[in-house]
């Protein structure tokens, strides 16, 4: 089974300031990494996904996110925020080599930008 | 295409009622899932289709709990006997064939159970 574990339930900064958000999993077989945003009443929108190859990984929204093995994380991060980057993100896993992508979600980091 | 679509958006019912709730995936889309998010949680898987096959139940899909996709396109997700601890929001995700790693979710259905 896998596990995903959000470090920050909520995160607070200040507009045009760098952010990181914290995500950890576990794991017994190799997965697929996944961050998500979600905005007040909507559904999830995929910000950017780890499959395999380079661990740095760019998204949408100018967002990215570095997979690192050994520390079992995948960390999301951006140089410098917008008021419009206010809402909720989750990290995600499915485990690699299954045929469908059943979803293992954390428990959601709430973004607030403030001006 | 506009997406995945669900319907009703909002559903307040009263304990007791049973309710539906329907998913319009994006066409050609043969993969379906359900899923749930209470308050401050990440959504929890409950359901796959594949096609018209229901092919993983979760077990926090309770008897009370039935989903289908006949002819393998829409889906609906009924609630019997409403409880409080019912009250989420419901969404649903579909994802193109030979692919499992690109699911793409609808605005869901909230649930409020009073």
């Known amino acids: 089974a896998q596990s995903v574990t959000q470090l920050d339930s909520q995160v607070p900064v200040f507009e045009e300031a760098p952010v990181e958000l914290r995500c950890n999993y576990s794991?017994?077989?190799?997965?697929?990494l996944f961050w998500y945003v979600q905005y007040p009443n909507q559904g999830l929108q995929l910000l950017l996904k780890?499959?395999?190859?380079?661990?740095l990984v760019k998204g949408i929204n100018g967002f990215e996110a570095e997979f690192n093995k050994s520390q079992t994380s995948f960390h999301l991060r951006k140089p410098s925020v917008h008021i419009s980057d206010t809402a909720e993100y989750f990290c995600?896993?499915?485990?690699?080599?299954?045929?469908?992508?059943?979803?293992?979600f954390g428990q959601g980091t709430i973004l607030t930008v403030h001006p | 295409d506009t997406g995945v679509s669900q319907d009703p958006r909002h559903k307040i019912t009263k304990r007791g009622q049973n309710v539906t709730f329907r998913c319009d995936p994006i066409?050609?889309?043969?993969?379906l899932y359900w899923y749930r998010q209470t308050l401050g949680q990440g959504p929890e898987f409950l359901t796959y289709?594949?096609?018209?096959?229901?092919?993983?139940k979760s077990r926090l899909l309770s008897d009370r709990f039935s989903a289908e996709r006949p002819k393998g396109s829409f889906s609906t997700l009924e609630i019997q006997r409403t409880e409080q601890g019912d009250s989420a929001m419901y969404l649903c995700?579909?994802?193109?064939?030979?692919?499992?790693?690109?699911?793409?979710f609808g605005q869901g259905t909230r649930l409020t159970v009073v």
């Open positions: 995600a896993v499915i485990p690699g080599g299954t045929s469908y992508g059943k979803l293992t």
């Open positions: 066409s050609e889309h043969n993969r």
């Open positions: 995700a579909s994802s193109p064939r030979a692919t499992n790693t690109e699911a793409f």
């Open positions: 289709f594949q096609n018209e096959a229901q092919l993983e």
């Open positions: 794991s017994s077989v190799s997965v697929y």
């Open positions: 780890y499959l395999s190859g380079s661990t």
